[in-house]
């Protein structure tokens, strides 16, 4: 079946350091979405990408850097400069207008822990 | 610009009752609205969406919603709350579109439904 896997499901990332998290579709939509929630705040978009090599920031984007080498592929690394990581962090996708007539499909998240 | 407020962050029902969870939405633009749900740990999952036509939409589970354009509302509504009913649940509405290549979503800060047995 067709999806979004995303990968660790838990990740404890050290002071300083940088860690990625995974998100892979199989799907084979073209936009392809990062989101971050913490409680009482929704999501809020870090990342998204309409195609492959070309991405834009959404609101929250300090701190955090992406690519997208492949079609299938949309890394997230979360940096050092990010100085409140400590969150769930949810890969989404859709085709490029599909988002708006048949919704988005999201991965199961990633929780991250500063440790 | 385009906003989207849920009233009630937390919202406790009865096994049986009537589950009604509220969401108004601020756009310059007719607006595409979705509900999705999200249990303990997992992703989002679309429950319903409103694009165009018919305002009364049905979705999974029991779920339905009504745009109400002259309230500026999408409250989702179920008749009868059954224990599996029990996550956090969050609308959402479009902006971007055509011009910008994408449609991203804005999303409510989201409303966590307690069933009570």
């Known amino acids: 079946d067709g999806g979004i896997t995303q990968s660790p499901k838990y990740l404890f990332r050290k002071e300083g350091q940088n860690v990625t998290l995974s998100c892979e579709q199989n799907?084979?939509?073209?936009?392809m979405y990062w989101y971050r929630q913490d409680p009482g705040q929704g999501l809020r978009l870090i990342y998204y990408?309409?195609?492959?090599?070309?991405?834009q920031k959404g609101d929250i984007a300090e701190g955090y850097s992406v690519s997208r080498e492949k079609k299938e592929s949309f890394p997230l690394t979360v940096t050092s400069a990010q100085k409140n990581p400590t969150a769930f962090y949810l890969c989404?996708?859709?085709?490029?207008?599909?988002?708006?007539?048949?919704?988005?499909?999201f991965g199961s998240g990633t929780r991250l822990t500063v440790v | 610009a385009q906003s989207v407020t849920q009233l009630g962050s937390h919202v406790s029902v009865s096994e049986g009752a009537l589950v009604l969870l509220r969401c108004n939405y601020s756009?310059?633009?007719?607006?595409?609205l979705f509900w999705y749900v999200q249990y303990p740990n997992q992703g989002l999952q679309l429950l319903l969406k409103?694009?165009?036509?018919?305002?009364l939409v049905k979705g999974i589970n029991g779920f339905e919603a009504e745009f109400k354009k002259s309230e500026t509302s999408f409250h989702l509504t179920k008749p009868s709350a059954h224990m599996s009913d029990a996550a956090e649940y969050f609308c959402?509405?479009?902006?971007?579109?055509?011009?910008?290549?994408?449609?991203?979503?804005?999303f409510g800060t989201g409303t966590r439904l307690k069933v009570l047995a």
């Open positions: 989404a996708s859709s085709t490029p207008t599909g988002g708006a007539v048949y919704g988005y499909t």
């Open positions: 799907l084979n939509h073209d936009a």
């Open positions: 990408s309409q195609i492959v090599n070309d991405f």
């Open positions: 756009s310059s633009v007719p607006p595409y």
């Open positions: 409103y694009t165009t036509g018919a305002t």
């Open positions: 959402a509405v479009t902006k971007g579109g055509f011009a910008s290549g994408t449609y991203k979503y804005i």
